[in-house]
């Protein structure tokens, strides 16, 4: 066999540790450094000359700093004669840039696709892209996993007496619905009118809520004013506990301070990114379900059969 070879990028060093615990193989030595002007120089520490390679590096914050880490990781990786690079990034940023929301405005994550098979990336493996279709601004495979695969087992032991689960908004009643199936509870609908970004006015509940425990499904939270806002929404309708499931936990500006004064009893979030501790949130590893999917990519497996 050709072998294949796990790299980390300096965003996801814990990450890598514990996905290359799972496969039984070291992770590979590569030195990353920073110029004092903060320019960023990559050296790769052994052969990979003729391997399968993966690079697992985050582009959360600094956003711009993790990016640009991971494409001059692949561009130092091509010059040694790789056979294949594979970018496993657990949080895709720039993934909520990915239309024309208004006149004369970027469409960010088609760049950042256009910039990842610029540098010589083969192949994308993330979870929970904050849009499905963003797929579709590659030219290369990207395996877009499912992020509900690790809540579920988590939810159904807090046998929890009456649940159902809620969309926060319009825009993620598919993903709620999947996990909603996936789980054979109902749904219920949070209707919100955002004003600005990063500020969300929860408006009414399509749905009953009355004495049950409710599950918001989201792909990620940021200043968790929307989660905040939607579980005292559900509360006014009776709800008797709100929860909510994000698999990246980006919590940025007062996302802590919001989660300690509101009414969001517990948040469920992934290891995508690292996260401070706090008495509300749990953080479930998403790096054995990355682990089989690396095996099963360099094994040419399937990985949809996974989540089936």
Known sequence: MRGYKIFAGTASVL??????????V?????????????????????????????????????????????????????????????????????????????PRVPIT???????????????????????GQIQGFFDIP????????????????????????????????????????????????????????NVAEVMNIIGDVQDRDVIIIDDMVDTAGTMVKAASALKKKGAVSVMACATHPVLSGNAYDNLDSGELDELVVSNSLSSKSNTKIKVLSVAPLFAEVIRRVYHNESVDSLFM
């Open 15 to 24: 990450f890598a540790k514990e996905v290359c615990k799972r496969l039984d």
């Open 142 to 197: 990207v395996d877009n996993l499912y992020g509900s695969i690790i809540f579920q087992e988590y939810i159904a032991g807090k046998n929890l007496a009456n649940p159902i689960i809620a969309s926060p908004d319009i825009g993620g009643v598919a993903r709620a619905r999947y996990f909603a199936q996936r789980m054979g509870l109902d749904m219920v609908i949070v209707d919100k009118r955002r004003e600005k970004a």
């Open 26 to 102: 070291p992770l590979a030595k590569a030195e990353i450094k920073r110029f004092s002007d903060g320019e960023i120089s990559v050296q790769i520490s052994e052969s990979v000359r003729g391997r399968d390679v993966f690079i697992i590096q985050s582009t959360g914050a600094p956003s711009n700093d993790n990016l640009m880490e991971l494409l001059v990781m692949t561009d130092a990786l091509r010059r040694s004669s790789a056979n294949t690079i594979t970018a496993v990034v657990p949080y895709f940023g720039y993934a909520r840039q990915d239309r024309k929301a208004a």
């Open 109 to 131: 994550a088609k760049l950042v696709a256009n910039m990842f098979q610029t540098a010589g990336i083969d192949r994308v493996v993330t979870i929970d892209l904050h849009a």
